[in-house]
T-cell receptor, first 115, second 111 residues
Framework: DADVTQTPRNRITKTGKRIMLECSQT?????MYWYRQDPGLGLRLIYY???????NKGEISDGYSVSRQAQAKFSLSLESAIPNQTALYFCATSAVAGGPYNEQFFGPGTRLTVL | GQSLEQPSEVTAVEGAIVQINCTYQTSGFYGLSWYQQHDGGAPTFLSY????GLEETGRFSSFLSRSDSYGYLLLQELQMKDSASYFCAVYLGNYGQNFVFGPGTRLSVLP
């Protein structure tokens, strides 16, 4: 079974709709992240969480919100989706950022299309 | 702000050696990472340089020079399966932007 899972894998929605993307992990990591990926722009950090009570904005948090329901679950919401939020969204986890290897583990991604 | 630059595309033949460069403009960071992403897949971690110098992991090596604001990923004995996108990323600390990724380099390995 995958260590980091994301649901749904694909979603098509309309402008103005509320959308929730979910991420679950079985790695036992405290730190979880949400990124979006657009062609030619790499991965951009939306929000990150160091534990259930610690949530931080990343580079591009406007238009997004998150919820850390448990150590293993981190959800990303688009309250009112707009077409320029069409992108590939990745959830990631890490044991300790800045540690010896500083490795992040990514989920399979959710492809979101906003019409 | 923080920014990283990478070549958008690199092409090489099977068995060759290729170097993917990453230059950055950032006011202090803790380390430089490299990730590989195959089409339709998720990024996977390749290496991390906390200190200047060369880190070697099998066919892949990564280099960092803080004085030159520069790093690279070196892939040796290229195989077809190495065709993928490669991203450099800096870790900026626990808060703020935290991690910043470069735009990625698409490597095509030809037979």
């Amino acid at each position: 079974d995958a260590d980091v899972t994301q649901t749904p894998r694909n979603r098509i929605t309309k402008t103005g709709k509320r959308i929730m993307l979910e991420c679950s992990q079985t790695k036992g990591h405290d730190r979880m992240y949400w990124y979006r990926q657009d062609p030619g722009l790499g991965l951009r950090l939306i929000y990150y969480s160091f534990d259930v009570k610690d949530i931080n904005k990343g580079e591009i948090s406007d238009g997004y919100s998150v919820s850390r329901q448990a150590q293993a679950k981190f959800s990303l919401s688009l309250e009112s989706a707009i077409p320029n939020q069409t992108a590939l969204y990745f959830c990631a986890t890490s044991a300790v950022a800045g540690g010896p290897y500083n490795e992040q583990f990514f989920g399979p991604g959710t492809r979101l299309t906003v019409l | 702000g923080q920014s990283l630059e990478q070549p958008s595309e690199v092409t090489a033949v099977e068995g060759a050696i290729v170097q993917i460069n990453c230059t950055y403009q950032t006011s202090g960071f803790y380390g430089l990472s490299w990730y590989q992403q195959h089409d339709g897949g998720a990024p996977t971690f390749l290496s991390y340089n906390a200190l200047d110098g060369l880190e070697e992991t099998g066919r892949f090596s990564s280099f960092l020079s803080r004085s030159d604001s520069y790093g690279y990923l070196l892939l040796q004995e290229l195989q077809m399966k190495d065709s993928a996108s490669y991203f450099c990323a800096v870790y900026l600390g626990n808060y703020g932007q935290n991690f910043v990724f470069g735009p990625g380099t698409r490597l095509s390995v030809l037979p």
